[in-house]
């Protein structure tokens, strides 16, 4: 960790914070219609691995290619664009699945903050198509949030590229905004932070407009076999986004820091968060991003 971000990130404004106090999430819940007023939890530490402001880190791809990456900063600033829509690709397991996870709940945040419309088109993983799109956010005055949800239960960053060509025929790369990486609980130790690290340079090369961001993943409940495997997947991985210059957002470390972890897991599985856990997660994410949000300053 960096001391001086992570300083930055606790001193977020007072005015940021009764904006988020005050931060309701609703979510329509495709096919039922169901709204779920949920209030998110807040974090008791953030922390993240690039400056809000700077210029973009050059790296290399797979290939050897020479890639400028883009800060987040750079990216949420074209919100300030009100006609232009806003496209976010998420790749990642079955963490970013549910009707009441991140993937939905931050997405929605962006819309509040910017007064946006808000979908959210999951992936098809059996059928190797996009599905309808989830309404989130039905109305705005301004162009629409989009999100493609890239998520596929079960499977790891090797499905990803086998299906890559497929997941992105429908946006446009140069419209593309952010990517989110959610690798870890499916993957083996043995040389994961290496593919992740490939695969996000491979993500900047192909969206050269993109802020490409790894979330470092919840932890596995306590009495899982999977615990130790996960913590370190997700600590290497984290190191090496430092390394590879890409920003990523302490999602296991703010789990960890709860009094009772297990409390915020869905025992059945083992893995994945509960509903609590899933604005815990957000709420993570929320203030990491809140720097780099137009009209949403930390000081």
């Not at 691995?49 to 600033?77: F, I, K, L, R, Y």
Request: charged share 15%; hydrophobic share 40%.
């Amino acid at each position: 960790m960096v001391g001086s971000t992570r300083s930055h990130q606790r001193n977020l404004s007072r005015s940021s914070r009764r904006r988020w106090g005050a931060f309701v999430v609703a979510v329509l819940v495709l096919g039922s219609l169901t709204v779920t007023a949920v209030a998110l939890l807040k974090p008791t530490r953030f922390a993240d691995h690039t400056s809000p402001g700077g210029d973009p880190h050059p790296s290399w791809g797979s290939n050897g290619e020479t890639v400028a990456q883009v800060v987040p900063a750079q990216a949420m600033a074209r919100l300030n664009d009100v006609g232009r829509k806003f496209t976010i690709l998420v790749f990642g397991d079955s963490t970013g699945i549910s009707s009441s996870g991140w993937q939905v709940l931050f997405p929605k945040w962006i819309g509040d903050m910017t007064d946006r419309p808000v979908t959210v088109t999951p992936w098809n993983r059996d059928e190797v198509r996009w599905n309808a799109s989830w309404g989130i956010r039905l109305t705005g005055a301004h162009a629409s949030v989009n999100v493609w949800n890239g998520s596929a239960p079960a499977r790891d960053i090797a499905y990803a590229r086998a299906h890559l060509e497929a997941m992105t025929t429908a946006v446009d790369p140069a419209d593309v905004d952010l990517v989110f990486v959610n690798f870890g609980h499916t993957e083996v130790e043995d040389g994961f932070a290496t593919r992740c690290g490939l695969f996000m340079l491979d993500m900047a090369a192909k969206f050269p407009g993109a802020a490409v961001i790894y979330l470092k993943q919840n932890p596995n409940l306590s009495g899982s076999p999977l615990v130790v495997q996960q913590r370190h997947n997700v600590a290497n991985m984290e190191d090496n986004a430092v390394r590879l210059h890409f920003a990523s957002v302490p999602v296991y470390d703010a789990f960890m820091d709860q009094p009772d972890t297990d409390a915020l897991l869905d025992v059945p599985t083992q893995v994945h968060p509960n509903t609590d856990g899933y604005r815990l997660w957000t709420s993570v994410m929320v203030d990491t991003f809140t720097p780099w949000m137009p009209g949403l300053t930390s000081g």
